[in-house]
C-alpha cells in the first residue's frame, strides 16, 4: 500500500517537471516585456536595464531555465511587481479561500447530487428521473459566471438573505459569505455527479452479482447501497476527482462575481496587471492541485477496489 | 400423493410490448418433490433459465410472468413483492450459469456468504463466521479459514461456483436450484463440482432443480428428469423411465446423442437443424421441423401432456397414436 503511494508519487515528478517547463515557456513567450509591465510606459531606460539585470532577463534562457527551477524547488515565487509583497505571502493569504470554497462546494455538489443520482436510477423514466434529466441539462448548459450573477442577483440584491461580496470574518459569517458561491458551484457539480451517479448505478444494478444479492434474500435498500453505490463508486471517484478540479476552474468566476479573495482572484487581477511572478506562481499552484487531486484520487481507487490492491 | 414442495402450473413468461408479446416459457408445469432432485433439461434457449428465475422472480424487469408457482402451497406469483425477500435464500437458495460474474468484487468471499445468513438469521457474530467457514468446508473449499478474506478475483471459476454454493445453501433452504452450475467451467472442473453437488444433496435434505443441457449429468444426479424445448416441456419422467422408454422424439434424439462407453459409432448422433428461435413458431408443435415422426396434425395444434404411465408424461401426437393403437 505504502509502496504503492509511494509509486505513484514518483509518477507526479515528472508530471510537475513539466507543468514547471510550460509555465516557464509560456512566461517567455507571452507577448509585451515584463521589465515595460512592471515599471510602466514612462520608465527611463537605465532603470528598465537595471531591472532586466536585476531579474536575471539578460542571462542566456538555459540558465534563465535551471534559475527558474532552482527557485520553484524552494518554493522561492519572488515579490510582485506591482505591490512589492513576496508573492508567496499573497498565495499563503488566498489559498485557504479557493481551498475553503472548493472543499464546500465539492460536498454540497456530492450531497445533492449522488442522491438525487440514485433516487433517479432506481425510479428510471419516471418523474424523478426526468427531473433529474432538465436539472443536468440546465446544469451542463449555464456558464458558471452567469449563474453566480443570477444567484446574486436574486439571493443578496434582490431577497438581502446573503452578504453581497467578501468572504466575511470568523467561523458564522465566513459560512454566510460562502454559502452563495458555494451553492453556485454545487449546483453545476451536482447535474454532472447526479448524471454520473445514475448512470454508474443503473449500470452496476444490471450486473449478475446484484441479482445474487436480491437472491441472498438482500432487500432493495441494501441492494442499492451495500452492492449497488459501493460498486458504482469506481467510476463515481473519478467524477468527483473531476468534479474538484472543475470546481477549482469554476472558482475563478465565482470569486470574481462575489468579489471573494481567493487564487483565481489574484490570477485574474495579476493577468489584467501583467504581474509576472504572481502569474507564475498562481499557475503553478492550480498544476499543483490537478496533480495532487489526481494522486489522491489514484490512492482512493486502492482502496474501493480491492482488485488493483492485488495487481499492485 | 403428499403435496410437492414446489408445484409450477401455468407459467408463462413474456418479453415485449403486451399488444405483441414474445413468450419465451409455454404453459411449464412441473412439480418438485420434498427433498427430490429433479432434472431440467433442453438445448440452449429453450427457457430453462427463464423458469428458474420465475420461481425466485429474479426474471429481468422486461419479463411479465403469469400462472402460478405454489411453494408449499403458496403462490409466489401472487405474493406481494416486499414478501419475497424471506423467500429468496431463506426457503429457496440458487446458484446461477456464471460463477465469474455472480459474485460481488468488492466483497469478500466471508462478507458474501456472511450476508447470506445475516438477511435471515439471528446469532452472534462469533458463530456466523463459524459458519461461514462450515460451509466453505461442506462446498469442498480447501483452507477455508485462510480463504474466507479473500476476494473472488482471487478465485478460479470452479472456487467461485463452490462459493456461489455455499452462499444458497447458507439458510438451509429446502430447495436448491441450481441453473447450468458447471457449463462456464471446464471439463474437470465440471465433474468436481457435480461431484461437490452430489455430495450437498446426500447430507442435506433439500430438494434440488438442475438445470442443464447434459443428459449425462442428470442421469447420475437426479430422480427425475423435466425436458423443454422451445419454451415448453415435452416430457416429464422419472430416470429410469426417461432412458428406457422415452416418449417424445425430442428426448429419443438427445438420448441418441450422449455419447455411452460401448460406443462403436465414428461419430456422435446429432439431431438436425437447430432450435426455433422464440417467437417465430406461433403455431403447432415446435419440434415439427426437425421432428422424424411428424404428422400433418402437428403443423396445425400444439399436442396436450400425455400420460404415458405412471409418473411419466409427454406431448406429442405421433407418441399419442401409438398410445391408443
Ligand atoms: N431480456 C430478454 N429479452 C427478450 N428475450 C429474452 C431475454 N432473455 C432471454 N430471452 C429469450 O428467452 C429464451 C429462453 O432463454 P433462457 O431461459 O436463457 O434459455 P436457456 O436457459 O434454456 O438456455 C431465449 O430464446 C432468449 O432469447
Ligand atoms: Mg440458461
Known amino acids: ?312 | 400423493m403428499t403435496e410437492p414442495l414446489l408445484d409450477i402450473r401455468n407459467l408463462c413468461v413474456d418479453f415485449g410490448p403486451a399488444s405483441k408479446p414474445l413468450r419465451v416459457a409455454h404453459n411449464i408445469s412441473f412439480t418438485v418433490g420434498a427433498g427430490e432432485t429433479v432434472g431440467l433439461v433442453g438445448e440452449s434457449g429453450s427457457g430453462k433459465s427463464m423458469t428458474a428465475l420465475s420461481v425466485l422472480r429474479l426474471v429481468p424487469e422486461a419479463a411479465r410472468l403469469s400462472g402460478e408457482i405454489l411453494y408449499g402451497g403458496r403462490d409466489l406469483l401472487a405474493l406481494p413483492k416486499r414478501d419475497m425477500p424471506e423467500v429468496r435464500g431463506k426457503e429457496i437458495g440458487m446458484v446461477f450459469q456464471e460463477p465469474m460474474s455472480s459474485l460481488n468484487p468488492v466483497m469478500t468471499i466471508g462478507a458474501q456468504i456472511e450476508e447470506a445468513i445475516l438477511l435471515h438469521e439471528r446469532m452472534p457474530a462469533a458463530e456466523r463466521r463459524k459458519r461461514v467457514i462450515d460451509l466453505l468446508r461442506l462446498v469442498g473449499m480447501p483452507d477455508p479459514e485462510a480463504r474466507v478474506n479473500a476476494y473472488p478475483g482471487q478465485f478460479s471459476g470452479g472456487m467461485r461456483q463452490r462459493v456461489m454454493a455455499a452462499i444458497a445453501m447458507a439458510c438451509n433452504p429446502r430447495l436448491l436450484i441450481a441453473d447450468e452450475p458447471t457449463t462456464a467451467l471446464d471439463v474437470t472442473i465440471q465433474a468436481q463440482v457435480l461431484a461437490m453437488m452430489l455430495d450437498i444433496r446426500d447430507r442435506l435434505n433439500s430438494a434440488i432443480l438442475l438445470i442443464t443441457h447434459d443428459l449425462g449429468v442428470v442421469a447420475e444426479v437426479c430422480e427425475r428428469i423435466v425436458v423443454m424445448y422451445a419454451g415448453h416441456v415435452v416430457e416429464d419422467a422419472d430416470v429410469h423411465t426417461l432412458f428406457s422408454r422415452p416418449r417424445h422424439p425430442y428426448t429419443q434424439g438427445l438420448l441418441q446423442s450422449v455419447p455411452t462407453l460401448t460406443d462403436t459409432r465414428k461419430r456422435l448422433y446429432q439431431i438436425p437443424g437447430s432450435v426455433p428461435p422464440a417467437g417465430t413458431i406461433t403455431q403447432g408443435c415446435p419440434f415439427r421441423a426437425r421432428c422424424p415422426k411428424r404428422l400433418d396434425r402437428c403443423a396445425v395444434e400444439m399436442p396436450p401432456m400425455v400420460t404415458q404411465g405412471p409418473s411419466h408424461r409427454a406431448a406429442c401426437w405421433a407418441t399419442a397414436m401409438e398410445a391408443v393403437a
Not at chain 1, 20 to 42: C, E, H, K, N, S
Not at chain 1, 57 to 63: G, K, M, Q, T, V
Open chain 1, 1 to 312: 500500500m505504502a509502496k504503492y503511494v509511494l509509486y505513484r508519487l514518483g509518477d507526479a515528478i515528472p508530471t510537475l517537471f513539466l507543468v514547471l517547463t510550460l509555465v516557464f515557456i509560456a512566461m517567455r513567450i507571452l507577448p509585451g516585456d515584463p521589465a515595460l509591465a512592471a515599471l510602466g510606459p514612462m520608465a527611463d531606460p537605465v532603470q528598465l536595464a537595471l531591472f532586466r539585470e536585476r531579474m536575471g532577463l539578460n542571462e542566456p534562457l538555459p540558465l534563465q531555465y535551471i534559475y527558474f527551477l532552482w527557485d520553484a524547488i524552494r518554493l522561492d515565487f519572488g515579490r510582485s511587481f506591482i505591490s512589492d509583497v513576496p508573492v508567496a505571502d499573497l498565495i499563503a493569504r488566498n489559498l485557504p479561500h479557493t481551498i475553503y470554497l472548493t472543499i464546500v462546494s465539492v460536498l454540497m455538489g456530492l450531497c445533492l447530487g449522488i442522491p438525487f443520482g440514485v433516487f433517479a436510477a432506481t425510479r428510471r423514466n419516471r418523474p424523478p428521473d426526468n427531473a433529474l434529466r432538465i436539472y443536468s441539462l440546465i446544469g451542463y448548459s449555464i456558464p458558471d459566471f452567469y449563474l453566480a450573477a443570477i444567484l446574486l442577483i436574486v439571493f443578496s440584491l434582490q431577497l438581502g438573505w446573503f452578504p453581497i461580496n467578501g468572504a466575511g470574518t470568523g467561523f458564522w459569517d465566513g459560512l454566510h459569505h460562502i454559502l452563495l458561491p458555494a451553492m453556485t458551484l454545487a449546483m453545476l457539480k451536482s447535474a454532472f455527479m447526479g448524471r454520473l451517479t445514475r448512470t454508474s448505478v443503473l449500470e452496476v444494478l444490471g450486473r449478475d452479482y446484484v441479482r445474487t444479492a436480491r437472491a441472498k434474500g438482500a432487500r432493495e435498500g441494501r441492494v442499492i447501497y451495500r452492492h449497488g453505490l459501493r460498486n458504482a463508486m469506481l467510476p463515481l471517484s473519478t467524477g468527483i476527482g473531476i468534479s474538484i478540479l472543475a470546481t477549482l476552474s469554476g472558482s475563478v468566476a465565482v470569486e470574481l462575481v462575489f468579489n471573494r479573495p481567493g487564487i483565481g482572484r489574484l490570477l485574474i487581477d495579476a493577468i489584467s496587471e501583467r504581474d509576472y511572478p504572481v502569474i507564475q506562481a498562481g499557475v503553478m499552484m492550480f498544476a499543483f492541485f490537478v496533480i495532487l487531486v489526481n494522486l489522491v484520487m489514484d490512492v482512493v481507487y486502492v482502496f474501493v477496489d480491492p482488485r488493483i490492491r492485488m495487481k499492485s
